[in-house]
């Protein structure tokens, strides 16, 4: 699968942070959390899903990748020279 090279929007960038502070607190991240960027993020290696047993239920949950995790940093480190 081929990684895009269009920068992610700031929906998107806002989500990605949403869901990497629940799993942090290792709270779970829904689909649902994502609405319309779950597949940009996908496709540039940003998230991975993986099935958890919740509630005695099978349920897909999103973690965020290392390559997500960096595209974090990078992004932070962005907007605080922004300032």
């Not at 991975?48 to 047993?53: G, H, R, S, V, Y």
Request: aromatic share 6%; glycine share 4%; hydrophobic share 30%.
């Amino acid at each position: 699968m081929g990684k895009s090279i269009i920068q992610p929007t700031k929906k998107m960038i806002e989500q990605l942070r949403t869901c990497h502070e629940l799993r942090r607190q290792d709270l779970p991240c829904f689909p649902e959390h994502f609405k319309s960027s779950l597949a940009g993020l996908y496709k540039r290696g940003y998230i991975a899903t993986q099935m958890e047993t919740i509630n005695n239920k099978n349920l897909m949950t999103i973690n965020v990748t290392k390559e997500g995790e960096i595209f974090l940093e990078k992004t932070n480190l962005n907007k605080s020279l922004d300032k």
